[in-house]
C-alpha cells in the first residue's frame, strides 16, 4: 500500500476534518506540519495555492480538503455509509459539502481567523457573524429532527462542517442558542478513534 502524507496544520478546520476522517478509517499516515511552509517553492509545487491542506499518496497530490475526504472514501472504503452511492443522498452530502466550503468557512471560520490570528481589516467580522447566525439557523431547524446533515448515517458531510462549528467560540460565537447543533457536535465526538482539533485561547477583546 502506498504511504499517505497529510501536509497540514493543527489549527486548521480544513485539515482537521481530513485527519478526522483517515483516524476514523483506521488509515496509517505520516503528518508533516507545513503552517510557515506554505509559500515555499516545494509546497508551492503540491499546491499552487499555497493552501493546506494537501494529501499526497504514492504519486497522488490533492488538494482541497473535500476533494481529499472523497477520494480518501472512494479509495479506502468505496462501500461505506460515508459516502452514498444514491442519487439523491450523494446530492445532500454534496450540498453539505458546498456548505462548508460557504457558510461555514466565511461564517465561522472567518470570525475566528479573526479572532485567534487578529486579521483586522482582512476579515469584514459583522459579515462573518452575519453568515454564522444565519447558517446555525438553518442547521439547527434541519437537526432538529435527523441526527446528521444529509443522510441517515454520518457522512463525510458531518466530518467537513464539524470542525469550524466545534470551535465557533473561538471566533466568539456562542452554540448557546442552537441545542439541535449542540446534540449534533456531540454525536460526531461520539464517532469511534474520533480526536478533537486543538483549542486555541481566544486573545481578549481590545
Ligand atoms: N478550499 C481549501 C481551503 C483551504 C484553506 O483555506 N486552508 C488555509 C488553512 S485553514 C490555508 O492554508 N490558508 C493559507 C492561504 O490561503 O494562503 C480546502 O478546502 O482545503
Known amino acids: 500500500m502506498n504511504t499517505i502524507k497529510l501536509y497540514g496544520t493543527p ?4 485539515c482537521h476534518r481530513v485527519s ?11 503528518y508533516i506540519e507545513s503552517a510557515g511552509a506554505r509559500q515555499t517553492p ?16 504514492g504519486d497522488l497530490v490533492l488538494c482541497d480538503s473535500n476533494a ?24 445532500h452530502i454534496q450540498r453539505w459539502l458546498s456548505i462548508a466550503a460557504g457558510e461555514v468557512r466565511y461564517g465561522p471560520a472567518s470570525a475566528r481567523m479573526t479572532s485567534l490570528w ?18 446555525l439557523r438553518v442547521m439547527n431547524a434541519h437537526l432538529a429532527d435527523r441526527n446528521w446533515l444529509a443522510t441517515a448515517q454520518p457522512t463525510i458531510a458531518d466530518l467537513a462542517c464539524y470542525s469550524y462549528i466545534a ?3 473561538e471566533g466568539r460565537i456562542s452554540l448557546e442558542p442552537y441545542p439541535a447543533v449542540r446534540a449534533w457536535l456531540k454525536r460526531v465526538e461520539g464517532l469511534p478513534q474520533f480526536r478533537p482539533m486543538p483549542t486555541s485561547v481566544v486573545p481578549s477583546a481590545s
Open 20 to 30: 478526522m476522517l483517515l483516524d476514523m478509517l483506521q488509515l496509517s499516515y505520516e
Open 11 to 14: 489549527l486548521s478546520g480544513h
Open 68 to 91: 481529499i475526504l472523497v477520494y480518501l472514501v472512494k479509495r479506502y472504503a468505496a462501500d461505506s455509509a460515508w459516502l452514498s452511492a444514491d442519487t439523491v443522498e450523494a446530492a
Open 42 to 57: 516545494e509546497f508551492l509545487k503540491l499546491n499552487p495555492l499555497g493552501q493546506v491542506p494537501v494529501l499526497t499518496d
Open 118 to 135: 487578529k486579521l483586522k481589516g482582512e476579515v469584514d467580522i459583522e459579515l462573518a457573524s452575519a453568515i454564522a447566525a444565519k447558517l
Open 167 to 169: 470551535h465557533a467560540s
